[in-house]
């Protein structure tokens, strides 16, 4: 059985950084897409970064262009979500995905692309 641990989350200024962090257990990490989503009070689930298990090719969401970088180590088994120059607007839970299929580039944005969730960390972004 396939399990995800966020881990990483908190209260940070704007214009801080974090590094959350995705530990998986039961499948092998280079078997897996993975990709970090987020949701924020009232709204919908939205996506924010991927990465394919194929060629370790990224993606992410124009809203977070330029400042997200998503990453694994294979050795942890383990995949990360580096954020840098904060937002308030950045406040939300993060969850993070996988997927054992291989999607095309343009499908990693859709929540029915993973089979796996981990349970959310919370970050605030916050003067």
């Known amino acids: 059985q396939v399990q995800l641990v966020e881990s990483g989350g908190g209260l940070l200024l704007p214009g801080g950084s974090l590094r959350l962090s995705c530990a998986i257990s039961?499948?092998?990490?280079?078997?897996?897409?993975m990709a970090w989503f987020r949701q924020a009070p009232g709204k919908e689930r939205e996506f924010v970064a991927a990465?394919?298990?194929?060629?370790?090719?990224?993606t992410a969401a124009d809203s977070v262009k330029g400042r997200f970088t998503v990453s694994r180590d294979n050795a942890k088994n383990t995949a990360y979500l580096q954020m840098n120059y904060l937002k308030p607007e950045d406040t939300a839970v993060y969850y993070c995905?996988?997927?054992?299929?291989?999607?095309?580039?343009?499908?990693?944005?859709?929540?029915?692309?993973?089979?796996?969730w981990g349970q959310g960390t919370q970050v605030t972004v916050s003067s």
């Open positions: 039961g499948r092998t990490l280079s078997t897996l897409t």
């Open positions: 995905a996988a997927g054992t299929g291989s999607p095309i580039t343009s499908s990693l944005r859709y929540l029915s692309t993973y089979e796996y």
């Open positions: 990465l394919k298990r194929a060629f370790g090719t990224t």
